[in-house]
């Protein structure tokens, strides 16, 4: 069959089972008309409206959660691009015709993430499967004590799932705002370099600790008017990828001052990688400014290549002078390092792969985006640029990997 020639609106609405599109957002973009006619609720009524205040939670009932833990699975596919099954839900539904007056429902969601061009998230799939009347037939089967004991049964495992969720959740927020102290102690804020203006922004992952497996350091360098600006990413997350971290810009921080360029830095920190646990196919970027000499030194350990934007609006990412992550080779040889030249007003970003890789997509699309990003606010002081990059590159859930960025104005 020609697929130009499938009519994917009239599939949609023949699937059977209740199924609707709902935008990041969480308002109706369409419903099928399973969706529509179990749900007592019309294609107007849903299309364009959030959908809490489309099916609010039971206000006669306490202890109905039934939105809140669908909209807790909702965010969690928005944030992670990953389809998230829930646990049967009863969930009541005010009856259209007669406001106030509500009925026991028992549901089945599925929601699962439709990415757009970007590799976003641009809409979810909700799947509900109605199982109210099955619940129902097994207790007119059994008698209404063996209904009473199979709801109750159903209900208390689901409302257990539910507690035992909210409980890993605290003690998962509770452990990241411990990993979130640490990483603030262990890197540095934005700051003034040599009367040169710098921006840091480091963003954890979401979904998961995900905290300190990356990390970025602007120095001040020996001799001359020079900075060494550098980022860096450890494979892994949370509290132990967060001491390899520290132990691994400390290192370069402190190599950087003596050693007489990037490459040099570079073969000291992967000799010194060898001998830390975790260090393991760490990556490393570090590059040389040269206010002077107008000259940008760099050398990459396995990393994603800096980008220099000319005032010009010409892109040129530096990636001359690339080797393989730390600690890759059982007898380290001398790395590469290569030099470029800027003018005054360029501006100098590295950064961490959380902000430009995404499933599903070539790396290439992600500096692409970048590199556009940092070309239309090229002119913006570092700090809004910092922001503006961002905002465009991650998603709006947060992105599943951490990601840190440099932007170092020359």
Same mark, same amino acid.
């Given at each position: 069959?020609?697929?130009?020639?499938?009519?994917?609106?009239?599939?949609?609405?023949?699937?059977?089972?209740?199924?609707?599109?709902?935008?990041? +957002? &969480?308002?109706?973009?369409?419903a099928?008309?399973?969706?529509?006619?179990?749900s007592?609720?019309?294609?107007?009524? &849903?299309?364009?409206?959030?959908?809490f205040?489309?099916?609010?939670?039971n206000?006669?009932d306490?202890?109905?959660?039934?939105?809140?833990d669908?909209q807790a699975?909702?965010?969690?596919?928005?944030?992670?691009g990953?389809?998230?099954?829930?646990?049967?839900?009863?969930?009541?539904?005010?009856?259209?015709?007669?406001?106030?007056?509500?009925?026991?429902?028992?549901?089945?969601?599925?929601?699962?993430?439709?990415?757009?061009?970007?590799?976003r998230?641009a809409?979810? /799939?909700?799947?509900?499967e109605?199982?109210?009347?099955?619940i129902?037939?097994?207790?007119?089967?059994g008698g209404?004590?063996?209904?009473r004991?199979?709801?109750?049964?159903?209900?208390t495992?689901?409302r257990?799932?539910? +507690?035992?969720?909210?409980?890993? $959740?605290?003690?998962?927020?509770?452990? $990241?705002?411990?990993?979130?102290?640490?990483?603030?102690?262990?890197?540095?804020a934005?700051?003034?370099?040599?009367?040169?203006?710098?921006?840091?922004?480091?963003?954890?992952?979401?979904?998961?600790?995900?905290?300190?497996?990356?990390?970025?350091?602007?120095?001040?360098?020996?001799?001359?008017?020079?900075?060494?600006?550098?980022?860096?990413?450890?494979?892994?997350?949370?509290?132990?990828?967060a001491?390899?971290?520290g132990?691994?810009?400390s290192? &370069?921080?402190?190599?950087? $001052?003596?050693?007489?360029?990037?490459?040099?830095?570079?073969?000291?920190?992967? $000799?010194?990688?060898?001998?830390?646990?975790?260090?393991?196919?760490?990556t490393?970027?570090?590059?040389?400014?040269?206010f002077?000499?107008?000259? /940008?030194?760099?050398?990459?350990?396995?990393?994603?290549?800096?980008?220099?934007?000319?005032?010009?609006?010409?892109?040129? !990412?530096?990636?001359?002078?690339?080797?393989?992550?730390?600690?890759?080779?059982?007898?380290?040889i001398?790395?590469?390092?290569?030099?470029?030249? !800027?003018?005054?007003g360029?501006?100098?970003?590295?950064?961490?792969?959380?902000?430009?890789?995404?499933?599903?997509?070539?790396?290439?699309?992600? &500096?692409?985006?970048?590199?556009?990003?940092?070309?239309?606010?090229?002119?913006?002081?570092p +700090?809004?640029?910092?922001?503006?990059?961002?905002?465009?590159l991650?998603?709006?859930?947060g992105?599943?990997?951490?990601t840190?960025?440099?932007?170092?104005?020359?």
């Amino acid at each position: 069959m020609n697929e130009k020639a499938i009519d994917y609106e009239a599939v949609f609405q023949g699937l059977p089972g209740m199924v609707a599109l709902l935008t990041p +957002e &969480l308002v109706y973009a369409d419903a099928n008309e399973d969706f529509q006619r179990l749900s007592g609720r019309s294609r107007a009524e &849903l299309v364009g409206r959030y959908i809490f205040d489309v099916f609010p939670d039971n206000p006669n009932d306490p202890t109905a959660t039934g939105m809140r833990d669908v909209q807790a699975s909702m965010l969690r596919v928005v944030a992670t691009g990953e389809r998230d099954t829930m646990a049967l839900q009863r969930y009541d539904v005010e009856d259209p015709t007669r406001p106030g007056q509500w009925e026991e429902r028992y549901w089945s969601p599925v929601n699962a993430p439709v990415f757009g061009p970007d590799g976003r998230v641009a809409l979810i /799939v909700h799947r509900v499967e109605e199982v109210t009347e099955l619940i129902r037939l097994r207790g007119r089967q059994g008698g209404n004590g063996r209904a009473r004991v199979l709801e109750a049964e159903l209900y208390t495992r689901a409302r257990e799932l539910q +507690e035992l969720n909210e409980r890993l $959740r605290q003690a998962h927020a509770r452990e $990241r705002e411990v990993a979130l102290a640490l990483q603030e102690a262990m890197l540095p804020a934005g700051r003034q370099v040599s009367n040169h203006r710098a921006a840091v922004r480091y963003r954890p992952a979401v979904g998961a600790l995900n905290v300190c497996g990356d990390w970025y350091d602007v120095v001040d360098l020996v001799g001359g008017n020079r900075i060494g600006v550098s980022v860096g990413d450890v494979v892994g997350h949370g509290l132990a990828a967060a001491g390899v971290m520290g132990q691994l810009r400390s290192a &370069l921080s402190a190599t950087s $001052r003596v050693a007489d360029g990037p490459a040099q830095a570079l073969d000291v920190l992967g $000799r010194y990688a060898h001998v830390v646990d975790g260090a393991e196919s760490a990556t490393a970027v570090t590059t040389f400014v040269d206010f002077d000499a107008h000259t /940008v030194t760099y050398s990459s350990a396995g990393h994603p290549p800096p980008v220099l934007i000319h005032p010009d609006g010409r892109v040129e !990412f530096l990636d001359l002078a690339t080797d393989p992550p730390l600690d890759a080779r059982p007898d380290p040889i001398p790395r590469p390092q290569a030099v470029t030249t !800027f003018t005054s007003g360029a501006t100098l970003a590295l950064y961490t792969d959380g902000l430009i890789e995404r499933r599903r997509e070539d790396i290439d699309s992600g &500096l692409t985006r970048l590199a556009d990003a940092l070309v239309r606010h090229r002119t913006a002081d570092p +700090e809004p640029l910092a922001d503006a990059v961002l905002l465009e590159l991650l998603p709006p859930g947060g992105a599943t990997d951490d990601t840190a960025l440099i932007i170092v104005r020359l």
